[in-house]
């Protein structure tokens, strides 16, 4: 009989809360309006539409006429990445790990004639913007004159890093560059201030706080051009076409107040849980690395290595002994790559070959940390009794 299964991969998605649940049921049944139709039907959505515009705005620090509903955060950061750039050729900043969702939208703008710039970090994920460091940016020079987009995550997918934004805006409007920040791992997690950020647009997604999958948005700085993804109608101010998804996104604004309701009390529980992982496996299962563990994390993120295993031996172990867990992006799941955040902090193949990312929700408990620690020490110490040559 299989164990039952320790979601520790909340990073990827999270269980949406019963009132998330029950709020686009809700709509579903009672509001199933077109909010573009004017007539009581149509009106009636509209109402639900723009309120929940409000509210996410409000939480978020941005004004209702900033937020533009997606279908998630790939679509918001696709938006961002097409709608943002101008002409055929020029310089693209990035980190040297952005989401795909980013960074393949950038490849595409190379066939374009675009060149990315990756900025360097440090040994534990930070961004460098100094380039007296020592450490040698990769392409040409990020603040030339045809720099046209610099696209960063705000709080890593795999390590939880969250980078200090301020210097790199800054530099983005010395230079008249904008910027977009990839929020998805953030909004819900830790307060985010659009305004207060200075960023030129910012994308978020409702899946990754107990939110409706389906569903996301981007903020954009008033005053912004941005070239549309998709035509067709005239919805969300010409900047995407196409009937919103009122229930979704009412569901979206749901989970988000929440999450601000109960902000204090999540993100301590969050921590607490992801303290008591990362310290009982650095005793029960010592060699471990905890990387990125002297940056400022996300709450729930904890990337540790087992010097010595297979990385993707140790995910199939522990998916068979029931603790559900990543390498990394699940957007990159299938490649046999090195996590790239982790090469890029210098981290020896032992290192990012032996990594797993486990992340908590506001859905578990001390107990199943407890339990999971038990089938984690278990597996890594079968898994290293294997692997020992035999003498």
Not at 74 to 91: I, M, P, Q, S, W
Not at 344 to 371: H, K, P
Request: aromatic share 4%; charged share 20%.
């Amino acid at each position: 009989m299989s164990p039952t299964p320790l979601d520790l991969d909340a990073n990827a998605t999270t269980r949406p809360l019963p009132e998330v649940v029950d709020t686009v049921a809700k709509h579903l049944r009672d509001l199933w309006g077109n909010p573009g139709s004017r007539h009581a039907l149509g009106r009636a959505a509209r109402r639900v539409l723009e309120a929940s515009r409000e509210s996410i705005a409000a939480i978020l620090g941005a004004e209702p006429d900033e937020v533009l509903f997606t279908s998630g955060g790939t679509e918001a950061n696709n938006t961002a990445v097409f709608g943002l750039v101008r002409g055929n050729g020029g310089t693209i900043v990035l980190s040297p790990a952005e989401h795909p969702a980013t960074l393949e939208a950038c490849r595409v703008l190379m066939r374009r004639g675009f060149a990315l710039h990756r900025l360097p970090v440090d040994s534990q994920g930070r961004l460098v913007l100094d380039e007296h460091t020592g450490q040698k940016p990769t392409g040409c020079n990020p603040w030339a004159s045809d720099t046209r987009l610099a696209a960063i995550i705000l709080a890593h997918n795999e390590t939880g890093v969250i980078q200090d934004v301020a210097p790199l805006v800054e530099r983005c409007r010395e230079h008249n560059v904008p910027l977009h920040l990839d929020a998805v791992q953030a909004v819900g997690k830790i307060p985010v201030d659009f305004h207060a950020l200075g960023a030129t647009t910012l994308s978020f997604g409702a899946h990754k706080f107990h939110g409706p999958r389906g569903i996301g948005g981007l903020l954009i700085r008033k005053g912004t051009r941005l070239t549309p993804l998709l035509y067709g109608g005239h919805q969300e101010q010409d900047r995407r076409a196409g009937t919103e998804a009122v229930p979704l996104i009412a569901g979206m604004a749901k989970a988000l107040e929440l999450w601000h309701a109960d902000r204090d009390r999540r993100t301590q529980h969050l921590t607490t849980l992801r303290d008591r992982l990362q310290g009982a496996l650095t005793e029960r299962c010592a060699p471990v690395v905890v990387n990125s563990g002297e940056a400022r994390r996300l709450p729930n993120t904890l990337s540790i290595a087992f010097p010595g295993l297979d990385g993707e031996a140790l995910l199939v172990a522990l998916d068979l002994a029931g603790v559900c867990c990543s390498l990394g992006s699940t957007c990159a799941s299938g490649s046999t790559e090195p996590a790239p955040i982790l090469v890029a902090m210098g981290a020896g193949s032992d290192v990012y070959r032996s990594s797993v990312r486990l992340s908590v929700s506001a859905a578990n408990t001390l107990a199943e940390i407890d339990a999971a620690v038990e089938r984690i020490a278990e597996v890594v110490s079968r898994l290293r009794q294997s692997a020992r040559p035999v003498l």
